[in-house]
């Protein structure tokens, strides 16, 4: 099955300009029929849905282009990929030891205030 440009901009909500962008920097590469329209397989949605998890995990565009690049070489390049995705999942930890540190010390300020906000509610009612 194939789909339009403005099928998959509908499937997957992403604009129509992205994803020229997105064909114009080398990370999908889909068919052309006979008028030169864009066709969309389900391999290449597929592939999107990929890329905007990646996306997803902030991971930067230029190592997403990077880890396209290793994709279209083949599978002797998996060994590579999987090193950048590694690297992705580090930085991910990193930033959700970070995050958890952050929500750690925010519930520990609520409480906080919560304590004294029930003190001052006692004392005002004796």
Not at 66 to 84: C, F, H, V
Not at 91 to 110: G, N, P, V, W
Not at 112 to 117: A, R, S
Request: glycine share 4%.
């Amino acid at each position: 099955m194939y789909y339009r440009i403005g099928e998959i901009e509908k499937k997957m909500q992403i604009s129509i300009d992205t994803l020229r962008y997105y064909e114009k920097i080398g990370l999908i590469c889909p068919e052309r029929d006979t008028n030169n329209r864009r066709l969309y397989s389900g391999a290449d949605v597929a592939w999107l849905e990929f890329i905007f998890r990646l996306k997803q995990t902030h991971m930067p565009l230029k190592e997403i282009k990077k880890y396209a690049e290793l994709r279209k070489q083949g599978d002797e390049t998996i060994a590579k990929r999987i090193d950048l995705l590694e690297e992705q999942r580090t930085r991910l930890t990193q930033e959700k030891m970070t995050i958890d540190a952050c929500l750690s010390y925010l519930e520990t300020k609520i409480a906080h205030y919560k304590t004294d906000l029930i003190k001052k509610e006692c004392s005002q009612s004796e």
